[in-house]
């Protein structure tokens, strides 16, 4: 088992910036992708970005790309989220997961371990 400790939200107005990160622990070697997802209020958990934890190569949501990057620092087993250019729309809790699976996803489902996730608000 995997286990992910988010980290970085908070308040912002539009246009701002915030860095979330994702601590992971555990069985960390057996991790193929780590993920971002969000859940806004009365919506489904969607896909925000990916990563190969082998080879790094990333992956978007169109609703997201050229403002969020993701990237992994392995020496401290931590995945981040850099969000610029945010919108009113991005606020959601925020969670990292990991797959194990090979093969990149911005599905929820294809992940199976989850962080307890990060609230992200961003007033207009």
């Known amino acids: 088992q995997v286990q992910l400790a988010e980290s970085g939200g908070g308040s912002v107005q539009a246009g701002g910036s915030l860095r979330l990160s994702c601590a992971a622990s555990?069985?960390?070697?057996?991790?193929?992708?780590m993920g971002w997802f969000r859940q806004a209020p009365g919506k489904e958990r969607e896909g925000v970005a990916a990563i190969s934890t082998r080879v790094h190569s990333t992956y978007y949501a169109d609703s997201v790309k050229g403002r969020f990057t993701i990237s992994q620092d392995n020496a401290k087993n931590t995945v981040y989220l850099q969000m610029n250019s945010l919108k009113p729309e991005d606020t959601a809790m925020y969670y990292c997961?990991?797959?194990?699976?090979?093969?990149?996803?911005?599905?929820?489902?294809?992940?199976?371990?989850w962080g307890q996730g990060t609230q992200v608000t961003v007033s207009s």
């Open positions: 997961a990991a797959r194990r699976a090979i093969g990149s996803s911005l599905i929820p489902g294809a992940y199976k371990d």
């Open positions: 555990g069985y960390i070697d057996s991790v193929e992708f």
